[in-house]
């Protein structure tokens, strides 16, 4: 069986330091280890439309920043092919038939859909295509054949919900497709990294983010504003970890190696949170170390962005070329589905 592997994000905004860590930092190393067939990374357009069908330029807008956002980070496009949702029809064919497939209360059981729902207040006003996004979400990733699926751990129920229609498909029509599997990333951390503002998750519209393309000093802003334990009020006070967000970001991106270059009184992340604990270590040290860090990480992201954005045009012919791929990739399954389905009608044609 070929690896093929699939991602993607929605462009209602840059990327930040959540889809980093979250699900960026995995594409590189798979990129770098090169054990795959294929490698596709979706601009999810079309689902973006799903809840700002009334502001389709923020979307179009966003298509840019978003690839440039994933070539800044080291996404190679010789290695990956990155394409735009939209530009593949098949999906949406796809997803009508896969609609057929599926309860309206399995929609409503899926615990992704109703924190999205909760998040975006819509109540009763639910867009119809917002509610069929997972199926949507499992077109996509089944039109490639994907087998591997790196995200987050809030997306788990969008891969299993994928999983159940492949399966529900394989049971009625034939098998047709391969059941993908989920990849997380190794640090339990990054699975979801939480807003500046100690909100449960890093979101664009919660205004709560550090993005890729931040510069230095907007970044040390927001890590100086952000969430740490509010009954820390003296630097001889003892503090919270938990849920203070300065150490949740220290737990996703903080290697041993800091210590030595940043904070070299310290042996490790536990010899600090320790300290912490017991009092006697203020917030803005802590804080000033995180900034040390992300600024590490964030320098080159920011310096190839700058020359990426001096040629954007050959980044949409890319995109645009992709895209061709990509459709020819989908038709070749979507073909596979109508014959095992019994609507490949250009047989009968053949015959006469």
């Known amino acids: 069986m070929e690896k093929i592997i699939l991602t993607g994000d929605r462009p209602t905004g840059n990327l930040h330091i959540g889809h980093f860590v979250g699900s960026i930092a995995n594409r590189l190393r798979l990129q770098k280890d090169g054990n795959f067939d294929k490698f596709y990374i979706m601009i999810a357009d079309t689902q973006a439309l799903t809840d700002n069908a009334d502001n389709v330029d923020k979307v179009k807008n966003n298509i840019i920043q978003v690839a440039i956002d994933y070539l800044s980070a080291g996404i190679d496009p010789n290695k990956v092919t990155i394409f735009i949702q939209s530009q593949v029809p098949q999906l949406a064919e796809m997803t009508m038939y896969f609609m057929n497939l599926v309860t309206l209360s399995r929609l409503n059981r899926n ?3 109703k924190d999205e729902i909760k998040l975006r207040g819509f109540a009763s006003s639910i867009p119809v295509g917002f509610m069929c996004y997972p199926i949507s979400q499992a077109a996509d990733i089944l039109a490639f054949g994907s087998t591997i699926v790196p995200v987050g751990d809030d997306q ?10 492949a399966r529900t498909f394989n049971n009625t029509y034939g098998e047709v497709f391969a059941l993908p599997q989920p990849l997380l990333p190794d640090n339990k951390a990054c699975t979801r990294l939480v807003g500046t503002d100690g909100g449960l998750k ?5 205004g709560n983010c550090i993005f890729l393309k931040d510069e230095s000093e907007v970044v040390k802003q927001k890590i100086m504003n952000a969430y740490t334990d509010p009954n820390h009020i003296k630097v001889s006070d003892p503090g919270r970890v938990e849920g203070n967000v300065v150490f949740s970001y220290l737990d996703a991106f903080c290697q041993k190696e800091h210590f030595a270059r940043f904070l070299p009184e310290y042996e490790s992340l536990d010899a600090l949170k320790n300290h912490y604990r017991q009092g006697g270590l203020g917030d803005v040290k802590i804080k000033l170390f995180l900034n040390n860090i992300l600024q590490e990480i964030l320098q080159p992201i920011r310096e190839r962005r700058k020359e990426l954005e001096k040629n954007v045009d050959k980044i949409y012919e890319m995109l645009f070329e992709n895209g061709k791929k990509a459709s020819q990739a989908a038709a070749e399954t979507l073909e596979k589905m109508k014959e095992a389905m019994g609507l490949n ?8």
């Open 111 to 113: 615990p992704t859909v």
């Open 202 to 206: 890093m979101s664009k519209s919660a």
């Open 156 to 165: 788990l129920p969008m891969i299993e919900q994928t999983r159940e229609i």
């Open 345 to 352: 009608y250009s047989k009968f044609l053949s015959k006469k």
